[in-house]
């Protein structure tokens, strides 16, 4: 049987449209839900990324601080700028948009956000808060990708998970996510030995790599759900994923397309964060 195509644009539509009823419910009490994006320098793949982000919210009603800063930003201004947004009401988020210029350390900039405007979920008391099974914000990309496997039926508890790679932002919370909901997580990198072997044993893919297609569709256990968190843009602009798209959708049950399937979920996730954190402001 052909894989379920994970629509990750649909459930990202339909998580959306329930925000707009808890967005309702906060404007009636006076508590506008606001996101300050700072975005440092001129990436153009992180000005699309901003792009959308800020569209995205102004459709479910939260409110946006645009805050674009030249290339040429100090770290110490960009310190100051964190210290104003944690400082001001009006602003329950704070998404620093990376990857930052290489002048700035983003090791001394990302702990400076207050950790209860952190909707990126990647201050450390956070990321903490996730390894202790207490969390408060969770990072957008495994937060969505924990929504696509319920989407697929797949139910984590005791499932051999493969998680490959281990970046601070997606690899290691998703690992952390997915023990925390009772599966068997390996997590391989690329001093990992026989990738093949190890993905061949999984019930649950996620892949987070960035090199395009490297886990091959011969790889994949039949009847596995494939989560492809990668995007890679090849020569003549085409995105490609970590996963070898054809080839493991003929062995999947289910897998999540590139793009159409994790990025849309990313947003949708930012904003679920922001509005937890608007929600907390109106229970203090
Ligand atoms: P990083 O570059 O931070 O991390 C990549 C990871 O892959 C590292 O842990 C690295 O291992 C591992 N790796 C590299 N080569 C191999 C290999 N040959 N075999 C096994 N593991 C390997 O990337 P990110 O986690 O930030 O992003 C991964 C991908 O996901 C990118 O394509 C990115 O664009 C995409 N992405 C998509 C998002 C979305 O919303 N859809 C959001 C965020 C990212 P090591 O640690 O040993 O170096």
């Known amino acids: 049987m052909p894989a379920v195509i994970l629509d990750g644009k649909a459930l990202a539509a339909r998580i ?23 975005l440092v320098g001129e ?40 210290a104003r947004l944690n400082a001001d009401p009006a602003v329950d988020g704070i998404l620093i948009q990376l990857p930052l210029p290489s002048t700035i350390d983003a090791r001394r900039v990302l702990p400076a956000v207050d950790p209860r405007k952190d909707v990126d979920g990647i201050h450390p008391e956070n990321v903490g808060r996730l390894l202790m099974g207490e969390p408060r914000f969770v990072a957008c990309t495994p937060f969505g990708v924990m929504k696509l496997v319920a989407e697929a039926g797949l139910s984590p508890a005791g499932a051999n998970a493969v998680v490959v790679g281990r970046s601070n932002m997606v690899g290691k919370p998703m690992a952390a996510l997915l023990l925390a909901a009772d599966a068997t997580v390996t997590v391989c990198h690329s001093k990992t030995r026989d990738l ?20 091959r569709g011969d790889w994949i256990k039949p009847g596995a759900v494939v989560i492809d968190v990668g995007i890679n843009r090849r020569a003549d ?19 999540t397309p590139v793009p159409g399937g994790v990025g849309p979920m990313t947003i949708a996730m930012l904003l679920v964060n922001t509005v937890t954190a608007a929600e907390i402001r109106a229970a203090s």
């Open 43 to 82: 990436d153009p793949a992180s000005q699309i990324y901003v792009r959308n982000k800020t569209a995205a919210c102004a459709q479910a009603g939260i409110r946006t601080f645009d805050h674009r800063l030249p290339p040429s930003t100090s770290e110490a201004e960009l310190l100051a700028l964190i």
């Open 16 to 38: 959306r449209g329930e925000l707009g009823g808890q967005v309702a419910q906060l404007r009636a009490r006076g508590i506008e839900p606001g996101l300050a994006v700072v």
């Open 237 to 255: 602009g085409k995105l490609l994923g970590d996963v070898e798209f054809g080839p493991a959708a003929a062995r999947a049950s289910a897998i």
């Open 196 to 215: 093949a072997a190890i993905v061949a044993r999984a019930d649950l893919v996620v892949a987070a790599v960035g090199r395009p297609e490297m886990v």
